[in-house]
């Protein structure tokens, strides 16, 4: 197989396999043909099937008979992805991995390069999927959206926060097209249902003092896993356990990017003050919530007072004081 042109990147003729077994779902298609169509040998054809069926797609056949495939794979790989995208910037390149370590630092790494704003990165599994606080990210096999987002935004570094914000107003965006449920947005970047997390998003940023080079915006969905690991039980979930069905990552990203493109623009039209506006309007956290917020150093709730015009979230304390949060994880207390 000849080298990607970014080290353990997809091969872009398994993409190109995938994508006409996609087009061809109801007829036997041979093993020549497809070997002729994607500039490879039959060998290699077969080889490539035996690694998807290893990976859950269903393809009936052998190289004599030709090959069908059983149900459209639900793979986030670029054909199957750019097919569902508008002409926007968002989505324009993917570099689509079967695994990685983690998305985010492929997109990091990929900035310092040169990449424009736009590119997606992402992977089927993450062997090292990072999540907010030196948290790691749970990323289970196909079952998850483990993308990035590079952006390049030209606004203040001191902005950087409201694409976080703008970034799961997109979530939520896409997830009710998707499910017809209303998730809630817990500040900054949380999506759930009801106490329990399905998404994080986790935003790294390459400036300097006054300028912004690029913005990773890292999103994780549990999108299909039926069960979630014991130690994360009581505080996550999937969109297959809330649903009560498999849903489409590929739909789901495709959406999503498109939601993203919009609330972007509208930060960019409009200011902070349209995203922090939204904001308010469709998280339960942004007011009236009774909070615990868990610093380093300090443990201490208090009352969700309403969101700053920099998007920082107040909180009035228990001991009198209204201060915005400037570090710290925040959950409900009871
Ligand atoms: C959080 O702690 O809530 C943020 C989780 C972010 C996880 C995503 S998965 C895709 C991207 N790559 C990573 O390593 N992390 C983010």
């Given at each position: ?120 990165v992402i992977a089927e599994e993450q062997t090292a999927g990072r999540g907010r606080a030196g948290h ?90 039926e069960q979630i690991p014991d130690e994360l039980k009581k505080i996550a979930t999937s969109l297959r356990i809330e649903t009560g069905r498999a849903q489409s990552r590929v739909e789901i990203v ?81």
């Amino acid at each position: 197989m000849p080298k990607a042109a970014i080290s353990g990147t997809t091969d872009r003729r398994i993409d190109s396999l995938l994508a006409l077994l996609a087009d061809n779902a109801m007829i036997v298609i041979s093993g020549a043909k497809i070997a002729r169509e994607i500039g490879v040998t039959r060998g290699t054809v077969w080889r490539w099937i035996e690694k998807l069926r290893a990976l859950g797609v269903r393809v009936k056949g052998h190289p004599r008979t030709g090959y069908q495939i059983e149900t459209v794979p639900d793979f986030l790989a670029p054909k199957m992805l750019r097919r569902r995208l508008n002409s926007g910037p968002l989505g324009k390149r993917v570099h689509h991995f079967f695994k990685t370590d983690s998305t985010n630092s492929v997109a990091m790494a990929l900035g310092e390069k040169g990449e424009p704003h736009g590119t997606v990165v992402i992977a089927e599994e993450q062997t090292a999927g990072r999540g907010r606080a030196g948290h790691t990210w749970h990323s289970e096999k196909t079952n998850g959206i483990y993308m990035t987002v590079l952006l390049r935004p030209p606004v203040s570094p001191q902005q950087a926060p409201l694409i976080t914000m703008v970034a799961g107003l997109a979530v939520r965006e896409a997830i009710i097209e998707q499910t017809g449920l209303t998730p809630d947005l817990r500040w900054p970047n949380d999506l759930l249902f009801g106490r329990k997390k399905f998404c994080g998003i986790l935003t790294e940023m390459n400036a300097e003092q006054d300028q912004i080079h690029f913005v990773a915006v890292g999103i994780g969905v549990n999108v299909n896993h039926e069960q979630i690991p014991d130690e994360l039980k009581k505080i996550a979930t999937s969109l297959r356990i809330e649903t009560g069905r498999a849903q489409s990552r590929v739909e789901i990203v495709a959406r999503l990017l498109r939601h993203l493109e919009t609330y972007y623009n509208l930060f960019l039209a409009e200011g902070p003050a349209a995203i922090v506006a939204r904001f308010s309007e469709v998280s339960s956290f942004a007011r009236g919530k009774r909070v615990r917020i868990e610093t380093g150093s300090e443990t201490y709730t208090g009352t969700t007072a309403g969101l700053e015009p920099g998007g920082l979230l107040r909180v009035k304390r228990d001991d009198g004081r209204t201060l915005p949060v400037i570090a710290g994880t925040l959950s409900e207390a009871d």
